[in-house]
């Protein structure tokens, strides 16, 4: 982790991933998307993205009653940086899955912007792992 991130950052930044994972195991969409600013990007590792808050929280709502009902998220900082007072760069390594282990398998990037109550993320980025990664990353 960058050593210029305070400790504080690094707590208030831990808590809003852990914030992240629980509306993700709730299924919670509004929850979850709440957490993404109202202009913010999302873009997933199949090459779909989406714009603003609402697409967020829509496309949530479907992902957690469709394609990944039941799943529950890992996730796990591997670096922490601020860009100046108001906003970090975070990579994480994350995975989705129905057991009692989840694998990491993802990479993402949240760029966040602090906000009154804390961060919220304005621009996210979802990168599938290669062999060696996951080999690298795995539990």
């Not at 991130?5 to 809003?16: G, K, L």
């Not at 890992?74 to 970090?88: E, F, N, Q, S, Y």
Request: hydrophobic letters at 40%; proline letters at 1%; one cysteine or more.
């Amino acid at each position: 982790m960058s050593e210029s991130i305070t400790v504080e950052d690094q707590r208030s930044i831990t808590a809003f991933l852990d914030r992240i994972r629980q509306a993700w195991d709730a299924a919670d969409a509004a929850a979850y998307g709440a957490l993404f600013a109202q202009d913010a990007s999302y873009v997933i590792f199949m090459g779909d993205a989406q714009f603003g808050r609402e697409q967020i929280t829509g496309i949530h709502h479907e992902v957690f009653t469709k394609w990944q009902k039941g799943t529950k998220m890992a996730v796990r900082p591997i670096d922490m940086r601020t860009i100046g007072a108001d906003t970090a760069v975070v990579t994480t390594i994350g995975g989705i899955g129905k057991g009692s282990t989840i694998g990491y398998d993802k990479f993402q990037t949240y760029t966040l912007r602090r906000a009154v109550g804390g961060w919220e993320c304005v621009a996210f980025q979802n990168t599938e792992m290669s062999r060696r990664a996951k080999r690298a990353y795995s539990k």
